[in-house]
């Protein structure tokens, strides 16, 4: 199986931050990488697909890039509303979750 | 649009089966553009994903629980279904159901990614 890792774990941050998680796999799985958002007790919700692309509905502050085995999800600009923890996940079967990166107000 | 819903005992013992059920309502089971997934999280970990089925009745399954999962679906009462055998305080976890479009990419096709989510619900599993 691909393993995922995530970093930070967790990282503290202000309204209007910038922030950047990284996710890297144990092997090249192109841009086979979703990135998602979960909030405490609510089911994650789909941020972006195909490593760099922005699911219907997100706000543009939120976007991806990478390829191969390093990955990034970037918020430009975080909003009270994105105090959350970020999962990346890959899609080469068995499909695999990163740790996770929890993201909360400093 | 559609929704998700899951069903099941919150508490089952050691050695038993846990027995899910994810209703689906405003779509169908029985459509060849999606794929019906079972997905959980430990208590204050991360997901796991266990496997989906088609509409076909084809499954595909995790390594790591194969032995002792099995998907299936009811077209007739738009659900799907998971069963965990044999099931141990391991199995603890919230557990969602998750819809994952078919899609077409690199000369392949598959599920890529879970863009729909039942809320989750907490199985428990102890005597």
């Known amino acids: 199986d691909i393993q995922m890792t995530q970093s930070p774990s967790s990282l503290s941050a202000s309204v209007g931050d910038r922030v950047t998680i990284t996710c890297q796999a144990s092997?090249?799985?192109?841009?086979?990488l979703n990135w998602y958002q979960q909030k405490p007790g609510k089911a994650p919700k789909l941020l972006i697909y195909?490593?760099?692309n922005l699911e219907t509905g997100v706000p543009s502050r939120f976007s991806g890039s990478g390829s191969g085995t390093h990955f990034s999800l970037t918020i430009s600009g975080l909003q009270p509303e994105d105090f959350a923890a970020y999962f990346c996940?890959?899609?080469?079967?068995?499909?695999?979750f990163g740790p996770g990166t929890k993201v909360d107000i400093k | 649009q559609v929704q998700l819903q899951e069903s099941g005992p919150g508490l089952v013992k050691p050695s038993e089966t846990l027995s899910l059920t994810c209703i689906v309502s405003?779509?169908?089971?029985?459509?060849?553009?999606?794929?019906w997934n079972w997905i959980r999280q430990p208590p204050g970990k991360g997901l796991e994903w266990i496997g989906f089925?088609?509409?076909?009745?084809?499954?595909n399954y995790n390594p790591s629980l194969k032995s002792r999962v099995t998907l299936s679906l009811d077209v007739s009462k738009n659900h799907f279904s998971l069963k965990v055998n044999s099931a141990t305080a391991a199995d603890t976890a919230l557990y969602f159901c998750?819809?994952?479009?078919?899609?077409?990419?690199?000369?392949?096709?598959?599920?890529?990614?879970?863009?729909?989510w039942g809320q989750g619900t907490l199985v428990t599993v102890s005597s």
């Open positions: 998750a819809r994952a479009p078919l899609k077409y990419y690199d000369g392949s096709s598959g599920p890529v990614s879970f863009d729909v």
């Open positions: 405003g779509g169908s089971v029985s459509s060849g553009d999606f794929y």
């Open positions: 089925v088609y509409h076909t009745g084809g499954t």
């Open positions: 092997q090249d799985i192109s841009n086979y």
């Open positions: 195909g490593a760099s």
């Open positions: 996940q890959q899609y080469d079967s068995p499909f695999t």
